[in-house]
């Protein structure tokens, strides 16, 4: 192959640039970042030799400063890359990453930049942030295509080129920067190495001058030993895999510098979990629930890794999503296994019966540990529920099996909690009045909407809580929760509700029964002149001060849901619904007037759709004719204002 030069694609550039001409205030993890990237290429290259025998080496990586000709090479024996992966890996980025990575990094300081290069995985770009110029030789392990030589000053292009590299493994080699030289001396690296990758399991070596007595000459009798510089291999890292460290002996600090390592959340962990399973299977599991939902989980490319999973301290995946059910995937760690066999592929991963007991253990422990932080930490689990509430209730309607202690974990805001405050269903069901039996709730898209909703009225003047529900994902979860403890879950807005007790309705009942007597023809009417939307009209005993809201049977979808559905295109079996009418309302008493003086009144029918238009607007929902409904508004004002000149005379 000839030398060939490329550009690199437009998106690629523009990261490079920021990274170039950025003021990261700590360029320090730039070393980090390489080293990461030759341990991830080592954990490669060992996996394969499991089964490729001709693969194993002594692992290792090596950093080499130079001061003479003013570079760091960074030096792996891991897999290696060919040509195409060259191109693929370091020559482009993932599209999507690269545009949230560039959009992020505009909105935010730039202090925060290098979680934010962790979290894109732009990692090998940050050694720009030092280096006029990077070399990369690689060959890849196992393959007989040649070695590959890659070179770029960041600006543009890159060259690519045939190397006569024979070793597997690769090397990048940094040409620094005029005023990035103190990353020449051997004590900032080994500093850095200590700091940032200390727990790498494969020995990071650099030699460096040591001072050593120098050997005494026959016949030299003094008693000051001399010290000479010699010249000595050294291994930076303690290579101890933490998670098989006793945990007494671990520091918050360590435990901080690796969750940095394997997550892409940032910050530190809002949770450490060190626990060994021992029994049906042993293994040691490290676990972490970070505070922050890294930007990137929405992303298809950069997704989140799962776990990673090791048998006896030797890496297999960080691929497994077996080890974890879908909804605990903001959870990162560790696991190492002592029973798995080593020779394990992908496939012999799925349904394994000691994988299946090591999920159940973690997600055991993992429910058990916010249920501990839930009741001892409020504060630290609501800010937890803000940021991964939505997972939890991913499981309440996925996991069966631990339904009910996920339910538990559930924060809601409610209608006397001020905005922002969190109560759990066990909170709301202590504080319900004694002769409030169930639990209700009302679903919707804020709480500035429903707050205000006509449904809420007679809860109000009852004193009984409601819980909000304003996230997309509630209705899903309500709709398996038929149950809290004793108590039954109830929407607001479905079915026949009546708060009164036993006392009350037996002294409003001859009261109703008269006036359903005396307006049952008007409300036949009006249903009527619905009949398209709606398949009952009523009397509610929701409603204190609005004249009317529509009501859905007991196992309807929410009209949010509905409204969510529409909108992402999914055909919807039309609902009809009830219109429940304030029999109270001075509205609906006018409307009986006219009703008995002309039967045959064309205000009537338009009443009655202002009546249903009125409802869908109170609850947030579109109606079907809103020229209609303003010109009939309208016309009402002017009526009214006609008639209030009337009256005054003029
Ligand atoms: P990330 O490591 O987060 O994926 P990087 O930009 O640091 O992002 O690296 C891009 C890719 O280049 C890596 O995923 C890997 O495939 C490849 N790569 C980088 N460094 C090495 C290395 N030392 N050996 C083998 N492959 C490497």
Known sequence: MTKETRKFEAQTQKVLDLMIHSLYSNKDIFLRELIANAADAIDKARFHSLSHKDMAQDWIIRIEPDKKRKTIKIMDNGIGMTHDEVVKNIGTIAQSGTKGFIEELSKKDQKNAPELIGQFGVGFYSAFMVSDNIEIETKKGGSSEPAVKWVSRGEGEYTIDDSTRTEQGTTVTLYLKKDEEKYLETWKLKEIVKKYSDFIEYP???????????????????????????????????????????????TEEEYKQFFNHLSRSGGDPLKTIHYSAEGTSEFKALLFIPSKNPVTVFMPDTRKKNLHLYIRRIFI???????????????????????LPLNVSRETLQDNPTLDKIEKNLIKKIIATLTQIKESEKEKYTSFFKEFGRYIKEGVHSDYENKDKLQDLLLFESMKNEPGKLISLKEYSDAMPKE????????????????????????????????????PIDEFVVMNMFKYGEKGMRAVGKGEIDLDTEEEKKQNKEKEEQAKKEYSSLLEFIQ???????????????????????????????????RIMKSMNQAMPKNKRVLELNQNHPLVSAMKKLYEVNSNDPKLGEFAELLYDQALLAEGSPISNPMQFAKRVANLMVLDANNAIGSSGK
């Not at 691929?319 to 995937?329: N, S």
């Not at 903001?330 to 190492?336: M, Q, S």
């Not at 169930?438 to 003047?461: Q, T």
């Not at 009209?537 to 609005?546: A, M, N, T, Y």
């Open 204 to 250: 990071i070596k650099m030699k460096d001058m040591v001072k050593e007595p120098k050997k005494k000459e026959e016949g030299d009798k003094s008693e000051k030993p001399e010290y000479i510089d010699v010249e000595k291999d050294e291994i930076l890292n303690s290579q101890k895999a933490i998670w098989l460290r006793n945990q007494k002996e671990i």
């Open 317 to 339: 995946t960080d691929e497994c999503p077996d080890l974890l059910p879908e909804y605990l995937r903001f959870v990162d760690g560790v696991v190492d296994s002592n029973d």
């Open 436 to 471: 409030q039996k169930d639990i209700y709730y009302i679903v919707g898209e804020s709480r500035r909407i429903i707050e205000n909703s006509p449904h809420l009225e007679m809860f109000k003047a009852k004193g009984f809580d409601v819980i909000f529900m304003t996230e």
């Open 528 to 562: 009527k002149k619905l009949d398209e939307n709606v398949n009952e009209v009523r009397f509610s005993k929701r409603l204190i001060d609005s004249a009317c809201c529509l009501v859905g049977g007991a196992y309807d979808q929410s009209p949010y849901m509905e």
